[in-house]
């Protein structure tokens, strides 16, 4: 099983030296690339099975799959990573269409 992030775990004491510092702020960068990138990719994915599962006749998501996903982030990352699965969900979902929203005063 994929190791969880420890809740309490205290962060590690910064060196002194300052280019160690911005290293480690552009792998934090880089990182941030990737998981915006892994995002958008399995947002597509997210949405297409929705727009299969449509096509198929059954509804546009699945209850059990989403709740599974939020398990998980929970096992793994704690009541944060519930929010983090929820905001996933959110984003995966098709924008409402303009005429489908609501009137604004």
Same mark, same amino acid.
Do not use: C, F, K, W
């Given at each position: 099983?994929?190791?969880?992030?420890?809740?309490?775990?205290?962060?590690?004491?910064?060196?002194?030296?300052?280019?160690?510092?911005?290293?480690?702020?552009?792998?934090?960068?880089?990182?941030?690339?990737?998981?915006?990138?892994?995002?958008?990719?399995?947002?597509?994915?997210?949405?297409?099975?929705? *727009?299969? +599962?449509? %096509? &198929?006749? #059954?509804?546009?998501?699945?209850?059990?799959?989403?709740? $599974?996903? *939020?398990? +998980?982030? %929970? &096992?793994? #990352?704690?009541?944060?990573?519930?929010?983090?699965?929820? $905001?996933? *969900?959110?984003?995966?979902?098709?924008?409402?269409?303009?005429?489908?929203?609501?009137?604004?005063?």
């Amino acid at each position: 099983m994929p190791e969880s992030v420890p809740h309490g775990d205290q962060p590690r004491p910064p060196r002194a030296t300052e280019g160690i510092a911005d290293e480690t702020a552009e792998q934090l960068s880089a990182l941030d690339e990737q998981l915006i990138a892994q995002l958008v990719h399995r947002i597509r994915l997210a949405r297409g099975h929705q *727009l299969s +599962r449509r %096509a &198929a006749g #059954l509804p546009t998501t699945s209850l059990a799959q989403e709740n $599974a996903m *939020l398990l +998980r982030y %929970a &096992a793994r #990352l704690g009541d944060q990573g519930a929010g983090i699965a929820l $905001a996933i *969900l959110e984003l995966s979902r098709p924008p409402a269409s303009p005429a489908s929203a609501p009137e604004r005063p």
